[in-house]
């Protein structure tokens, strides 16, 4: 099973971890000056890639304190945060922040009770 696609298999030696299929369509989508500029993301000056090693060795900081308990005051702060896991996703799937979100208390309120949703899926929105 690939875990980035769970309709998809894989054999050896990828062993589940082939990059989706659609990737080549990610790059092309996210390098575009005009989403660039909407992600005000103009400060890098490389191309953005799926896997970024200082990004990956800045998140394993043994005694850094877990994203989620640093979205309330974020949220609290007013920015605006959007997170996102495919739909057919195994290692960041959509079942493990719909249950984080949930257990959130920010703005006076725990979990969805007031924050809007808006759910995507193919075609919709």
């Known amino acids: 099973m690939n875990v980035y696609d769970v309709r998809l298999v894989d054999d050896?030696?990828?062993c589940g971890m082939n990059w989706p299929p659609d990737l080549p369509d990610v790059y092309d989508f996210l390098r575009r000056s005009d989403v660039i500029t909407a992600l005000h993301a103009n400060k890098k000056e490389t191309a953005w890639v799926e896997c970024d090693g200082k990004v990956?060795?800045?998140?394993?900081?043994?005694?850094s304190p877990a994203a989620v308990a640093l979205l309330p005051h974020i949220l609290d702060s007013g920015?605006?945060?959007?997170?996102?896991?495919?739909?057919?996703?195994?290692?960041?799937?959509?079942?493990?922040?719909?249950?984080?979100?949930?257990?959130l208390n920010w703005g006076g309120a725990m979990g969805f009770s007031n924050?809007?949703?808006r759910k995507c899926s193919r075609g919709q929105s």
């Open 79 to 103: 920015v605006k945060i959007m997170m996102f896991a495919g739909e057919e996703d195994l290692i960041c799937n959509y079942k493990g922040i719909e249950r984080s979100i949930a257990n």
């Open 56 to 63: 990956s060795a800045e998140l394993h900081l043994r005694n």
């Open 115 to 117: 924050v809007r949703l």
């Open 12 to 14: 050896w030696p990828a």
